[in-house]
Each structure stands twice: as C-alpha cells, then as structure tokens.
C-alpha cells in the first residue's frame, strides 16, 4: 500500500508539475509582425535676397557733376539653403534698361538717364562702379556685380550675407540733363550656380 501511495504521489507530482508548465506557456505573450512607417523629409532649396534699410533713396542733382551722392545706404541681406554641389552666389544690381535707368516725370521730357551715370559702391570704400554690365537675369548692359560667395566642400550650404550699397548719379553723362524729376527702380537679385 506504501508503494502504491508513493505511485500515486509521484504521478500527482508530474501532473502537478505539468500543469504548472502548460499554464506558464499559455501566460507568455505572442509577437506580431513587424509595421513599418517610411519616412521622408524634404528641404527645398532657397536663394532670397532682402532689402532691410534704404528701400527708397533720393538724390538732389547738380547739372554736369560727377558727385550727386544718394540720401542714404542700403542693406542688402542674401540668404541661401543650397543642395551639395553648388559652387558660388553671385548678388547682382541691374536695371530693367540700360538707356531709361530713370524717366521723367514731366510729359513731353523725353530725355532719360542711362544705366552707365549710376555707380554703385559696395560696403563704403572703393570706386563707385557704373552699371553697365549685362547681368544673368536681363540682356541690357545695365548691372553691376555686388559680390560672389565661394562655396567649397567645407562651406555650409546655408548661410547669408549682407552687403551695404552706396550709390551716386554722375549727371556728366548727361550733360544737358533738363530739370525734372527722374524715377526708376534697381532690381537686386542672386543666383546659385552650377
């Protein structure tokens, strides 16, 4: 009868132990599939050009004089976020035309003056420069080229810079300019190459 006990007490053992393990394998929790969620971000290029101070500037002239000093500077901020690869920013000024830079405001005035009696003079020292160069962005000899900015390998390709313009009217290259008003509009702009 004792080894009959201990038959039946070794059996309960095992059944015991066995349930023991089945309901610790039912607990154990069961993995899903892996999901997956792509993600993709762009940064566009950009390349803008702000005028901050000196939006407008007014000149007093003198009849055939070479010194007619604009009121007042301009700043120039150019800022960029650029693809790997670019090489320079050239910032540019320029007339819509190199003959009628300015028009009269007066009917019947039909004199104008041109582009090359404008100089524009960058960051307060130096010679100021005629616009009489033809930039990228029209045909007429009508620019002047503000500054270039090298990008290399180990410039950031995001970045600004800010240029101050001085400007001047050399009335001589008109010389028998009639008294009138004179308006016109110098365009800014950069470009990235390549």
Not at 75 to 85: F, M, N, R
């Given at each position: 009868?004792?080894?009959?006990?201990?038959?039946?007490?070794?059996?309960?053992?095992?059944?015991?132990?066995?349930?023991?393990?089945?309901?610790?394998?039912?607990?154990?929790?069961?993995n899903?599939?892996?999901?997956?969620?792509?993600?993709?971000?762009?940064?566009?290029?950009?390349?803008?050009?702000t005028v901050?101070a000196?939006?407008?500037?007014?000149?007093?002239l003198?009849?055939?004089?070479?010194?007619?000093?604009?009121?007042?500077?301009?700043?120039?901020?150019?800022?960029?976020?650029?693809?790997?690869?670019?090489?320079?920013?050239a910032?540019?000024?320029?007339?819509?035309?190199?003959t009628?830079?300015?028009?009269?405001?007066?009917?019947?005035?039909?004199?104008?003056?041109?582009?090359?009696?404008?100089?524009?003079?960058?960051?307060?020292?130096?010679?100021?420069?005629?616009?009489?160069?033809?930039?990228?962005?029209?045909?007429?000899?009508?620019?002047?080229?503000?500054?270039?900015?090298?990008?290399?390998?180990?410039?950031?390709?995001?970045?600004?810079?800010?240029d101050?313009?001085?400007?001047?009217?050399?009335t001589?290259?008109?010389p028998?300019?009639?008294?009138d008003?004179?308006?016109?509009?110098?365009?800014?702009?950069?470009?990235?190459?390549?």
């Amino acid at each position: 009868m004792k080894a009959r006990f201990h038959l039946f007490a070794s059996v309960l053992a095992v059944a015991g132990a066995m349930a023991l393990l089945s309901s610790t394998a039912a607990a154990a929790p069961g993995n899903s599939n892996v999901g997956n969620v792509q993600f993709n971000a762009t940064l566009g290029e950009s390349l803008t050009v702000t005028v901050t101070a000196g939006t407008t500037v007014n000149f007093t002239l003198a009849p055939n004089n070479t010194s007619n000093p604009g009121s007042n500077p301009s700043t120039v901020v150019t800022a960029w976020v650029l693809k790997p690869g670019r090489t320079n920013i050239a910032v540019w000024a320029y007339f819509s035309s190199a003959t009628a830079a300015l028009n009269p405001a007066t009917a019947g005035n039909t004199t104008t003056i041109p582009s090359s009696a404008i100089g524009v003079q960058v960051g307060g020292v130096g010679p100021f420069n005629s616009c009489t160069t033809v930039s990228p962005f029209n045909a007429a000899a009508s620019g002047v080229l503000i500054g270039n900015t090298t990008i290399t390998g180990n410039t950031i390709t995001n970045g600004n810079r800010t240029d101050t313009l001085a400007y001047n009217i050399d009335t001589t290259v008109v010389p028998q300019l009639p008294a009138d008003t004179y308006t016109g509009v110098l365009n800014i702009q950069a470009q990235a190459t390549p």
